[in-house]
């Protein structure tokens, strides 16, 4: 059991984007082919592919893919500059919070600037070059994190983690999994407390199953019991990531991230932040600054269940191929439950969401929340730690990132 063989989360073969489809995770391990920037972007908004370092290179991806299908066949340089801001924008905004994705289109944006003389088939290699190589950066990265962060630990150690910031959330590794996955190579790690993660469970269904792959003890537990293990003195350290970090060390991560801060605070405990050089954002002095996305009210009005369907009788496999003959097949339920029907990767899948809450109910759903920077033990990137001691992380994050 090791980390080494956990898939890798995106990458690029034959002329498409590849990636593993993170709705279906753990049960279903399909792998999703993207082949217009468009596809990919869907991809993005459903969260089949996500994770803020991922999510950079994805953005790198979907230019790949504009480039492919509509950006090298254009002879005029006037209209594919036009063209390709437009879909640059399109691109950066199809998730609005973590600072990775507009960075990562923006290195391919930086690409097309340095290269003025070269012609748009010349410039799409280039920029698949250029985003197969942000891909291997993003590995080399997420170890060097893994190490800086593992020295920070001395012994045996119980931690504490939400979301997921594994190998998934990243092209390979992991970000503050990447600490614990190193720490458990050096006998640091005692165990690891996986918060669900409501509602989109990236803990349960991801982080979870990623500890399990590594052999890692492990035990999963809903949000709200946090404090309780805390509170029995189970977690010497929560350790997470970080979709944006702003100038003045404010956090921006997944929801709950900013009541987890202050728990930690409450019973002392170290609360660690990981998160590679990309996901700070020095051009916003504070998290109040930042855009928080509020997704669809059915991801907490409901529950979506993913399966396949195994027919073992011909009665059964034909009525199936009917319902799909002519592509998905929605079959509507009562009390505004609702399945779809879909023949994929040669078998018959169900994507199914049922209501679980009255229909009238108001629901908010911000996907993320902002921690203060002073509830913030260190940062751990791939440049080094900066702790923050000195209670000016804004000196500090400059000093390390220039
Ligand atoms: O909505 P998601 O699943 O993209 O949110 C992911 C997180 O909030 C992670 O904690 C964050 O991106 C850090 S991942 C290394």
Same mark, same amino acid.
């Given at each position: ?215 890692? &003890? ?7 019991? $946090?404090? !309780? %293990?805390?509170?029995?003195?189970? +977690?010497? *350290?929560? @350790? ?117 809450? &009255? ?7 911000? $996907?993320? !929340? %902002?921690?203060?920077?002073?509830? +913030?033990? *260190?940062? @751990? ?22």
């Amino acid at each position: 059991m090791s980390v080494e063989n956990l898939p890798r989360t995106i990458w690029w073969e034959n002329g498409a984007t590849h990636l593993i489809d993170q709705t279906r995770l753990p049960l279903q391990g399909d792998i999703l082919v993207c082949n217009t920037y468009e596809g990919l972007i869907s991809a993005i908004k459903s969260l089949a592919v996500r994770g803020a370092p991922a999510l950079g290179v994805a953005g790198a991806y979907a230019m790949a893919l504009w480039s492919q299908v509509e950006g090298r066949l254009m002879e005029d340089r006037e209209k594919y500059l036009s063209r390709f801001t437009e879909v640059a924008s399109e691109v950066s905004q199809a998730r609005p919070t973590a600072i990775n994705l507009p960075w990562g289109v923006a290195k391919i944006a930086e690409l097309i600037e340095e290269h003025p003389d070269r012609t748009p088939v010349q410039l799409h290699e280039l920029i698949v070059e250029r985003a197969n190589e942000m891909a291997q950066e993003d590995e080399a990265a997420n170890r060097a994190m893994g190490a800086n962060g593992a020295e920070l630990f001395d012994g045996p150690t119980k931690f504490l983690t939400h979301c997921n910031t594994g190998s998934l959330a990243t092209v390979f590794f992991g970000t503050a999994l990447g600490v614990i996955f190193t720490a458990h190579d050096q006998g640091k790690v005692e165990h690891v407390w996986v918060d669900e993660t409501r509602p989109l469970n990236q803990g349960g269904r991801l982080t979870a199953w990623e500890l399990l792959q590594v052999g890692i &003890p492990s035990a999963l537990i809903a949000d709200d019991m $946090a404090a !309780d %293990v805390m509170a029995k003195g189970w +977690v010497d *350290a929560v @350790i997470l990531g970080a979709d944006r970090i702003c100038a003045d060390g404010d956090v921006v991560n997944k929801i709950g991230t900013y009541g987890l801060s202050v728990l930690a605070k409450e019973h002392n405990i170290p609360f660690y932040v990981t998160a590679p050089s990309s996901t700070f954002d020095l051009t916003l002095e504070r998290g109040s600054d930042v855009e928080i996305e509020e997704r669809d009210s059915r991801e907490i009005e409901g529950v979506t269940i993913s399966g396949k369907f195994d027919p073992s009788d011909d009665r059964t496999a034909r009525a199936l191929d009917a319902l799909t003959a002519e592509g998905p097949c929605d079959l509507p339920m009562s009390k505004g439950h609702h399945m779809t029907l879909d023949r994929k990767g040669g078998g018959y899948s169900f994507d199914a969401w049922f209501r679980t809450t &009255p229909p009238q109910v108001m629901v908010f759903n911000p $996907a993320f !929340d %902002v921690t203060p920077a002073a509830n +913030v033990t *260190a940062y @751990i990137t791939e440049l080094g730690v900066i702790h923050n001691e000195t209670k000016d992380p804004t000196a500090a994050i400059k000093a390390l990132l220039e």
